[in-house]
């Protein structure tokens, strides 16, 4: 357990209350502040505006350590404060500073040492630009770090209390120590930098976990053209222990609050100073025609789509969130709609509302999939593996499955009666000859680790 401090946290959004949270589950006192008054009062009163797995229980279990305060003033008494606020994009792609840049003009004034702590995710160079308008306004008692957060949502919880590594990057070494003194109790490596790495660091793992999906997506489209299977591929490519089985599932694109905004935000940081991220500007451009191509896939079994009725299912852009940003859904449903099919859409807990305007929005999957010309896995949740049902194939008007994530077994989805596509599996149909053995990890989400003996005895080099 750490030694208690009094941690302040600008801003009740997804990152705040998971901070602020996880903070007080590791005994500290936690001032959580936001300038919305319905957000404080329904936080007061128990309710979490978003979905959040684990998140509720931490919450309600340090409520004592946790007060939520519309005062700025309120954080006078906190000795690390962590800059919390959204940073969307702006029209030229640079990240909006303003919530930013509204936090420090509401610091609270104190004679003794305060250190800030950026956690929103910001473009290089803003810890030094928040050192130099600290220091214009004489708050020169107040220290900064950048503490970057890498929390995926649905794992929010999990990600903070068991993290791969905690990066802190700071002006003073004793501002480092301070702020990694709060994070005692966890067990992980702590890189310990300059500010500047430290804000990289987080737009660069960003920036290669999408470039592992974009890639493993074109490896999907060109196993569709050459008759391969991507996730065989995949699962093969994996077990290199030089490139690792994670961010290798081929889909629809990725989507979500952190990778469409932190990339244009890196290739414009980029494009400021005068370099062309070529490859970036690559990643994105693959990942938005991955999200269309599922029409084209319908049209090879439909022909023309309007008229038709297409089942979108799963609609957050990704399972165990209700977050609709950026979710391939959108795109989906509007060039759907565009070619005149009908759109009913489901989803477990995402109510996209106006975003997918003009879609019908259906409370079950039988609802959704009923008269429908084909059933489309946008999302995998986990609920969907149950889609190729008896009950569905009579509900549906034709039964096509477009398996967006790869979610579902294809010969299994075969043989209950509908025809099958996913992406980048053209040679799914694997014929096991009598007596095969199983081929090796088939079906397995991740392998086993290998351990350096089994590398060094299997494969000489
Ligand atoms: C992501 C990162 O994973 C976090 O480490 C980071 O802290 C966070 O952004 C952030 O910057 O705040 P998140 O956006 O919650 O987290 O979601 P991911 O689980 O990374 O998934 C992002 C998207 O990639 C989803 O649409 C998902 O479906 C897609 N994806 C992911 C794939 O298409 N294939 C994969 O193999 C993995």
Redesign the pocket.
Known sequence: MADTRRIGIFGAGW?GLVTGGCFAELGHEVVVRDIVPERIDALRAGKLPFHEPDLPEVLVRNAQRITYTLEAEELAGTDVLFICVQTPPTYSGDADLSYVWNALDELPRVERRQILAMKS?VPVGTGESVRAALEARGLTNVGYASNP??????TAVR?FLNPDRIVIGAFHEEDAASVEALYSGIEAPVVRTDVASAEMI?LA??AF?MT??SF?NEIANVCEAVGADVVEVAQGIGLDHRLGP??????I???????PK?SLALKQLASNSGYHFQLLSAVIEVNELQKRRVVQKLQKHLGKLRGRKVALLGLA??PG?DDMREA?SIVLASRLLAEGAEVRAWDPVAKPGELLKGAVQCDTVIEAVTGADAAVVV?EWPELRELPSAEVREAMARPLIVDG?NLLDPDATRAAGFAYEGIGRASSAFESLPGTPERVWRNREVPPAETASDRTTRKPK
């Open positions: 990152v995710t957060e890498f929390l995926a949502e649905g990600d987080k793992a960003n976990l592992r999906i493993i994670h961010f290798l599932r081929a889909g694109g990725y989507g979500g609050s952190c990778f932190d852009f990704k969130t391939p999302t994530r």
